[in-house]
């Protein structure tokens, strides 16, 4: 079962050869690219979210929720999620005896 979790073995970078070393910083400075325009995109949505709800009043935590939905299309997990909830809350916390 070698190389799953902690079993994978670690290679010492100083142990990398030139072309090896030019590999792994072209991908290191890829992934900073990735995380820059990731970086972006939040600063984006965080700033859709709150002139949304300056404009429309709608509350912040709704918005981000409805555009997840979209984003994953899982509306009927969504409300499966909420009756499962609600049902659980009816009968643990309504429902219990002090």
Known sequence: MAG???????T???SLNENERKKLKKVIMELNDSMTRVA?????????INNLHEELG??????RRLAKAYFKANFG????ENKTFEQSYDLIIKNTVS
């Open 77 to 80: 997990e969504e409300i499966e």
């Open 58 to 63: 709608v509350d912040k935590k709704l918005i």
């Open 40 to 48: 972006a995109e939040r600063d984006f949505q965080k700033e859709a």
């Open 4 to 10: 799953i979790g902690h079993n994978n073995s670690n």
């Open 12 to 14: 010492n970078v100083s």
